[in-house]
């Protein structure tokens, strides 16, 4: 049986669900997200006080989730308030009324707490060594030092977009002198804090809504042509133009930039500030947008709650098998695909001169080109395409996935000629050939697993002036596969400049 879970966040700009659903095989996925705007945090002022219009707004978005919940069969709901219900002198009696109106309780995290559950979401979802994950909210921004994966130091400021918006941004218009003062109060309280100064040139990975919209906002602007917000890069040049666009309209003009929030308009120039001058104070090359924050780090804790570590050691690994199960591949087929494609790329190196990366590359391509018969067996790799195109795989760069995205389609046989194209902003120079030179040795493979039995059993090959001897080393009969081999794989010698020649153990 599957299990559903509901992770509630009550931030000071918006009350958020995850669900969640864990299957009977250990895998999970994410099935649904609900965002309501109720800004929790507007109006509080030096008092610190929730005032009753966000409060009753906040009361009436989670009886909303709670029945969401109940509708999806939720068996765990786990509720946490972060910076405006944590620094309110009234959060007894918010927590008190959410409790009587939805018997949900909230859990106020601790700074920390906040921070890292953050670091969590972050970690278990990309492959970072060393960085600054900033979280931008509404009421709080947090701080985490990653060195070599761990966190090993950690802030929050107690200030956000909302805050710093109602402290120094007017609308609908931004006065002079407001940006300035702006940003030198944020520049100041950086300095404050002597472990930051340590983070120099370090990239920054960005979670929260301010940054997403940044980044869709620039995404819009370029066509970008991978349709992932999870991993996408911007510069720290790229993203002050962006800050600079929203600083020059009225806050009722910015509601025509593509990728911006409708609910965000008003309170993304204080939030933007924050990023911009982070990576201006840091000197940093850019930020990496994570679509994995605090939510996600509650799921991680409650799935990884029996392993001695929530933090887990390959990233892109644990992705790739969760995959797996998630479309019911046939996992000793491709394990064994992935095993003769491996063969053959290690044997054929004089010939194609990749090394590790490409190799990583291929293997992963190998494990999900089966994914595809989820929806059909015809054209079943154009159907892996898309989903590979379309999903997240944690820990892979766009470029990373894309590849492995074509590799999957070409093994099938499909034209790239147009794909190429469409992804030239994602793929370097020589991408092109690479996608061929890995992607014929998948469809080799795949053939040579035909039966799905495991015939051949593993290759040889023998590299001479003209062709390639591919040596079957087993001993049953691997007809089908042989006929598959000479059926589907018509262009090596086009890609490898040399024919191919599959000779069975007898004619060793």
């Known amino acids: ?85 944590r620094t309110a002198v009234n959060n007894k009696q918010i927590l008190d009324i959410l409790y009587k109106e939805t018997g949900i309780h909230f859990r106020v995290l601790s700074e920390m707490e906040e921070a890292r559950y953050g670091y969590y ?47 120094y941004i007017s609308s609908p218009w931004i006065k002079d002198g407001e940006i300035k003062r702006l940003e030198n109060y944020i520049y100041n309280k950086l300095t404050e804090i002597t472990w930051l100064k340590n983070a120099n040139k370090l990239n920054i990975v960005g979670i929260g809504g301010t940054i997403r919209n940044i980044a869709r906002v ?124 491996l063969s053959l790329f290690d044997q054929l190196a004089p010939l194609h001169g990749h090394d590790t990366w490409e190799r990583n590359l291929l293997r992963k391509a190998s494990l999900l080109h089966d994914l595809g018969t989820v929806v059909s067996y015809y054209n079943c790799h154009k159907h892996a395409m898309y989903i590979l195109l379309n999903t997240r795989i944690n820990g892979l760069t766009h470029r990373e996935q894309v590849l492995i995205a074509h590799i999957v389609a070409y093994s099938g046989k499909i034209n790239l000629k147009e794909n190429f194209k469409k992804y030239a902003d994602v793929f370097v120079l020589k991408d092109n050939k690479l ?18 039995a495991g015939i051949v059993n593993d290759i040889e090959c023998i590299i001479k002036e003209k062709e390639v001897e591919i040596y079957n080393i087993g001993t049953q009969n691997s007809e089908l596969e042989i006929r598959e081999l000479h059926k589907k794989v018509t262009n090596f010698n086009k890609v490898y400049g040399k024919r191919f020649k599959f000779i069975t153990k007898e004619g060793i």
Do not use: W
């Open 1 to 85: 049986m599957s299990k559903n879970v509901g992770i509630i966040d009550l931030g000071s700009n918006s009350v958020r669900l995850n669900l969640m659903q864990i299957k009977h095989n250990g895998a999970y996925r994410f099935l649904d997200d609900i965002k309501e705007t109720v800004k929790l945090a507007e109006g509080m002022g030096p008092e610190k006080k929730i005032k009753q219009e966000p409060m009753n707004r906040a009361v009436k978005a989670v009886k909303l989730f709670k029945r969401f919940c109940q509708a999806n069969e939720v068996e765990n709901t786990i509720g946490v308030a972060t910076a405006a219900v």
């Open 121 to 167: 979401g972050v970690i278990n979802s990309m492959s970072v060594s060393n960085g600054i994950i900033v979280d931008i909210g509404g009421g709080s921004t947090e701080l985490v030092l990653c060195r070599n994966r761990k966190m090993v130091e950690y802030v929050s400021l107690p200030f956000g977009a909302i805050t710093l918006t109602e402290k």
């Open 218 to 341: 620039h995404k819009n602007k370029i066509n970008y042509s991978v349709d992932l917000i999870h991993n996408y890069f911007l510069s720290y040049n790229q993203a002050k133009r962006i800050y600079s666009s929203f600083q020059n309209v009225s806050a009722d003009e910015r509601k025509s930039f593509a990728g911006l929030s409708k609910d965000r308009v008003d309170i993304i120039v204080g939030g933007s500030a924050m990023a911009i001058i982070l990576m201006k104070y840091l000197e940093s090359p850019g930020v990496v947008v994570s679509g994995f924050g605090l939510r996600e780090g509650l799921f991680y804790e409650y799935m990884f709650s029996n392993r001695k570590s929530i933090v887990l050691n390959d990233v892109t690994e644990r992705s790739v098998q969760n995959m797996m199960l998630l479309y019911n591949v046939r996992k000793s087929h491709v394990e064994h695909v992935a095993k003769l494609s």
């Open 435 to 452: 996608v061929r030179k890995l992607g014929i040795l998948l469809r080799m493979a795949i053939c040579l697993d035909r039966s799905e």
